[in-house]
């Protein structure tokens, strides 16, 4: 498969192992335009390492990062902020910023970067709301919510940053992976539009939408097309 020049790029990357499982290594990680990449591995930690790396928010042994053909410093705060812009990030060590309502949340993106604090969510955004049931607690601050809502807050504000790419740390935990699921049905449509994907999950349903596989095992990080062998890249 041919790929498209990649959104995130490091190479002669080392990642330290979490206890004392050794490190990970490999000459180069690219995630293009169009990737729907699952992280496999038996150790979830070192994959959501691995995921916190690509997000600039962790910064590996070794490695040369390089976002859209650009290099970025993970060590420098300002040169990564608007990378972070371009990247959707859910985990469980997401959050919400906690003085502002679920409604500012949602738009501080776009707050920044149209510099005009009367603009209103968008409709998919909106709908989404709906479909997560806190439309009508866009106005309360996240603490006024359930653990459930402000995941689902989480993720609809990272989605609606219109990322280049998505980083998410088992999709399972943020949204009802049914058909029905309009979370789940926005993050396929995304796919669809060529959104990078990388995600670690167990769900059958999520999984079904990979099209590389990553595997972070004896101490090297191998990825593949689906259905082809793998490769060191």
Sequence with gaps: MTHPDPIIEITNLTLV????????????????????????????????????????LSIPENGTYRFKNSPVDPKNYRQCLPVK?????????????????????????????????????????????????????????????????????????????????MLIDRPENFMDVTVNDGLFGYLKQIVRDKTALVFISNHNRVYGLANRILMMMDRTIQSWDVDNEPENE
């Design 17 to 56: 192992s979490s206890g004392s499982h050794g490190q990970y290594e490999t000459k180069r990680l690219a995630v293009a335009p169009g990737d729907v990449i699952a992280i496999q591995t038996p150790r979830h930690n070192d994959a959501r390492h691995l995921l916190r790396v690509m997000a600039t």
């Design 85 to 165: 812009r371009q990247i959707g990030y859910v985990a469980d060590d997401s959050a919400l910023i906690s003085n502002r309502t679920i409604r500012e949340n949602l738009l501080l993106h776009r707050f920044y970067e149209e510099d005009d604090l009367t603009i209103e969510l968008a409709k998919e955004i909106a709908s989404l709301c709906d479909e997560a049931g806190i439309t009508t607690k866009l106005d309360l601050r996240p603490s006024a919510l359930s653990e459930a809502e402000v995941l689902q807050a989480i993720t609809i504000r990272e989605m609606g940053k219109s990322p280049s790419v």
